[in-house]
């Protein structure tokens, strides 16, 4: 979809959760490439965290940010899976106000083309939650390189066209 460049570019302000039971900030490869394509794009990341697999410690932080003025919108990283440990939809239950289903859907359907019908044990997912974007993408870096390249740095691009995630944020805490 074209850009407009007669409109202004908005960056957005950007918290980065990676969950994993096993990753450290030496080898979040995932998260490593999630900041430099936000950055690249223009936009800010105002905080960046790991947490393990853990609903209570991951929904606190997801609290945390959304009660924040300065983050708009948070993208995490793993725990989007099928395995006991996979939590990471559920925390964001318990914080969304409402759900943001055709994110899922077209991840799925943009990654079947990359990893065919192994896509389906992916519960990418995202939620509004009291005005905040919340984008849970799985933990490798080519679900990474699909849900930002393919969807995320053109949704959060307030000059995308014919319409962005962006130039609903003013709307957002509407009631």
């Not at 708009?72 to 990283?77: A, G």
């Not at 943001?100 to 044990?121: K, V, Y």
């Amino acid at each position: 979809m074209p850009l407009d460049n007669n409109r202004v570019f908005k960056p957005v302000n950007i918290a980065l959760l990676t969950v994993s039971d096993t990753r450290g900030i030496d080898d979040d490869s995932s998260g490593d490439i999630l900041a430099e394509r936000i950055i690249a794009a223009g936009h800010n990341i105002v905080d960046r965290t790991i947490l393990r697999d853990d609903t209570t410690l991951i929904t606190a932080r997801l609290h945390n940010w959304i009660d924040d003025d300065q983050v708009d919108v948070v993208i995490s990283t793993g725990g989007t899976g099928l395995t006991g440990r996979d939590v990471t939809p559920e925390a964001l239950d318990r914080v969304k106000t409402k759900e943001i289903p055709g994110f899922g859907e077209l991840f799925r359907w943009l990654s079947f083309a990359s990893i065919g019908t192994s896509t389906i044990q992916s519960r990418a997912c995202a939620v509004l939650a009291r005005g905040t974007y919340i984008f849970a993408l799985p933990g490798s870096n080519g679900a990474v390189k699909d849900g930002w390249d393919q969807i995320l740095v053109h949704q959060l691009d307030s000059r995308h066209r014919p319409c962005n995630f962006v130039e609903l944020m003013p709307r957002l805490r509407e009631v």
